[in-house]
């Protein structure tokens, strides 16, 4: 949240022309958080004006603010986006009991925020309660509620949710770990509401729903336009298909009888984004009869070898979106490039055992990299994982695809020696070539970037607001040079670092607009980690997770021992240094350090 108090030193009028009258009616119409903060420092009756017809604000880290802030600041509020734990918790290199507690924010919501219609919860742990309290507080006006990527809690809590939110028209639960109890909840649903438009458990345990459940929700919901589910038989769908006629966006379920008994499903007309789990060779003619209509289509969790991936994508020259593994091979990308001339998403994630892979095909480089680049002019987010690159590829990239605002690029170990390293002349010609780019992710291995490479990405990234690095640069001079540059960097994120605690604090300091950063893998000068305070200041709270030994189960379902280097956390708090740290963190209090701020 871009919460900056008012500065005592601005007028106290409004400016000469605008009337209350004309700005209540131009307010509404300033979306962009960015332009919104700016209107609020020009004057403090502009100032009063954002906080009463501000009607969404996005918390980035929950501990950057207090709930009672929140509210004092913005009591008119009809959405609230709230993330707890940092991004790193999705690969599991946060401890579980690190924080993010939306108990304190559900409290405030029950008892404030009249206007709220709209609760978003990511990576935050809700328990059953916390749900109950929400349901009986807010449950005759709440619309949307999305508990996404939470934790710590049941189907008990689901079941409140269910018969007390009539007027919900989206509940979304995906991937959250949810202890299941029952499939109460979703009966509830399918009684109580006939207002729903969009409803996600996908990649979650709740398997034990019944079927009639899900086609009593599509009889009694007219607008349901999203369905996004567990594992579930593809064949126990065929009624909740034929009476959700408004359905656009299906994903989830499972193929676990014969091909041939698969051709009796007929999916809605209008459907137009699909994503089906398990969905092998012998499942794929389902989809060819309306392939040619799909704008999104998520392959992440088929079961579909690159000699599939391109039958399939060649029938869907409307697609715009598409979610595979990178099993779909540089030979699937070419055919994508020929086929989807209108793609804007593209993401390619590592396979589950990419080593394993009978498919030797399946594995993307620079030759996929320069088909997409010349034959995909509309991109505009890429993530892709690579098992080799070179510096033309990415230069491809800068040339051709103009409109990329999100670009993230992770080269795997898969192969010992990588044709074209380092990359500090290609990363150059993207950076430069892609003025657009607003979020930039670039992992590589030790070597790929030198500390020259290193200073052109703090050099060309002039608009970028979020970075994520790993294994860059040479020296602690590379990260300083780089410090120099990214004016617009807000939050920062590294893994592997080569560099020294005081480099890192500098380099803190140097980027001018940071808010956020998160280190892992860097060179520690003692266990205190007292170098690190030369980056203290006012309202910035710094914490330190110890490097620490973990038993975590591997692809093979072997346990083995898992080494997780030291953890550094800093951000900028209204609201002081947080109260409810577990054992596994360390804050880094400069006043008992003995330092003066």
């Known amino acids: 949240m871009e ?47 954002d906080a009463l017809t501000r009607k969404h604000i996005t918390i980035a880290l929950c501990y950057t603010t207090s709930p009672d802030r929140l509210r004092r600041r913005f009591g008119h509020l009809e959405s609230l986006k709230l993330k707890g734990k940092p991004r790193a918790a999705m690969f599991n290199l946060i401890p579980e009991d690190w924080g993010g507690y939306v108990k304190p924010w559900v409290k405030e919501i029950a008892e404030s925020f009249n206007c709220l219609k709209s609760v978003h919860f990511r990576r935050m742990i809700v328990k059953d309660s916390d749900l ?69 458990f996908y990649m979650t345990d709740l398997t034990r729903v019944n079927f009639e459940d899900l086609e009593l929700i599509a009889k009694n919901c007219p607008n349901l336009t999203s369905v996004k589910i567990s594992d579930f038989e593809i064949l126990d769908l065929v009624g909740f298909f034929r009476h959700a006629a408004a359905l656009e966006e299906f994903c989830g379920g499972s193929f676990n009888d014969q091909p041939d008994k698969y051709t009796a499903v007929t999916f809605p007309r209008r ?39 391109c039958s399939l994508i060649q029938r869907c020259p409307n697609l715009e ?22 793609l804007k998403r593209l993401r390619i994630e590592r396979g589950a055992d990419e080593q394993g892979m009978e498919d030797e095909e399946g594995v993307v480089s620079q030759r996929g990299l320069m088909a997409l680049a010349q034959g995909c002019l509309e991109l505009e987010y890429m993530a892709v994982y690579v098992s080799d690159i070179t510096n033309a590829s990415l230069e491809y990239l800068g040339t051709y695809s103009k409109n990329l605002c999100d670009f993230r690029l992770v080269l795997l170990d898969r192969e010992e020696k990588i044709t074209d390293l380092p990359l500090d002349n290609g990363v150059r010609a993207l950076l430069r070539g892609c003025q657009k780019l607003r979020r930039f992710a670039l992992y590589l291995r030790p070597g790929g970037l030198t500390d020259v490479g290193l200073s052109y990405i703090g050099q060309y990234s002039q608009n970028v607001r979020w970075m994520l690095l790993g294994y860059v640069g040479e020296s602690d001079d590379g990260l300083l040079q780089f410090s120099r540059g990214c004016p617009s960097l807000q939050k920062l994120e590294m893994r592997g670092c080569c560099f020294s605690e005081h480099a890192l604090a500098v380099s803190a300091l140097q980027l001018t607009s940071l808010r956020y950063l ?53 951000y900028y708090s209204l609201a002081g240094p947080r109260t409810d740290f577990p054992d596994t963190v360390i804050p880094l209090d400069p006043l008992v350090a003995g330092l003066e701020l």
């Open 3 to 49: 919460a900056n108090d008012y500065k005592s030193n601005k007028t106290t009028t409004s400016q000469p022309g605008l009337s209350d009258e004309v700005l209540s009616c131009v307010m509404p119409y300033i979306d962009d958080p960015k332009d919104r903060d700016a209107v609020s420092l020009v004057c403090r009756r502009w100032y009063e004006l």
């Open 132 to 200: 109950e309290v929400l349901a009986r507080s807010k449950g005759k006006v709440l619309q949307v509620l999305k508990l996404d990527k939470c934790s710590g809690f049941s189907t008990d809590g689901l079941l409140h949710v269910g018969r007390l939110c009539r007027q919900l028209r989206t509940l979304f639960l995906e991937e959250s770990a949810i202890d299941l109890k029952d499939g109460q909840w979703l009966h509830e649903i399918a009684i109580n509401n006939s207002v729903l438009e969009h409803l996600n």
């Open 271 to 309: 459907l137009c984004s699909l994503g089906l789990t398990y969905m092998g060779r012998s499942e794929m003619p389902i989809v060819f009869p309306f392939a040619s209509l799909l704008k999104k289509l998520d392959l992440l969790y088929a079961l579909l070898d690159t000699e599939d991936h």
């Open 321 to 342: 979106v598409l979610e595979t593994r990178n099993v779909i091979g540089d030979r699937g990308l070419e055919v994508l490039a020929r086929s989807c001339k209108r």
């Open 518 to 570: 998160w280190l892992q893998g860097y060179r520690a000068s003692s266990q205190s980690g007292r170098d690190l305070l030369a980056m203290a200041r006012p309202f910035w709270n710094i914490e330190l997770i110890p490097a620490r030994r973990l038993v975590m189960t591997d692809q093979v379902g072997d346990a083995v021992m898992v080494e997780h280097p030291a953890h550094i956390l800093a």
